[in-house]
């Protein structure tokens, strides 16, 4: 069974910092990645990285985000530094396997707010 797990999530005033967690298992992954969710929003794309460490990043994150994975413990991590008030959102672990097959986590809430 393919599982991702997030955690990391939590409250923290604008200009702190988060630190995501998603620990997969049941499978391996050439591409994991983070997306995001606001209230009366659609998903959208956060950050992603490939096995070989390869990223891309939303502009609205780039320069204060970054991904990061271990494969050796199959987790990809999402350090979100100078958080403002705009990312509050849902936050999903995405993993892609080459055979196109997408597995989801459950989500853990990102509230930025004073």
């Known amino acids: 069974q393919v599982q991702l797990v997030e955690s990391g999530g939590g409250l923290v005033q604008p200009g702190g910092s988060l630190r995501l967690s998603c620990v997969a298992s049941g499978s391996q992954f050439y591409v994991m990645g983070w997306y995001r969710q606001a209230p009366g929003k659609q998903r959208e794309l956060v950050a992603v990285?490939?096995?070989?460490?390869?990223?891309n990043y939303a502009e609205s994150v780039e320069g204060r985000f970054t991904i990061s994975r271990d494969n050796a413990k199959n987790t990809v991590y999402l350090q979100m530094n100078s958080l403002r008030p705009e990312d509050t959102a849902v936050y999903y672990c995405n993993g892609g396997r080459l055979n196109g097959a997408v597995y989801w986590g459950q989500g853990t809430q990102v509230a930025v707010s004073s």
């Open positions: 990285i490939s096995r070989g460490g390869s990223t």
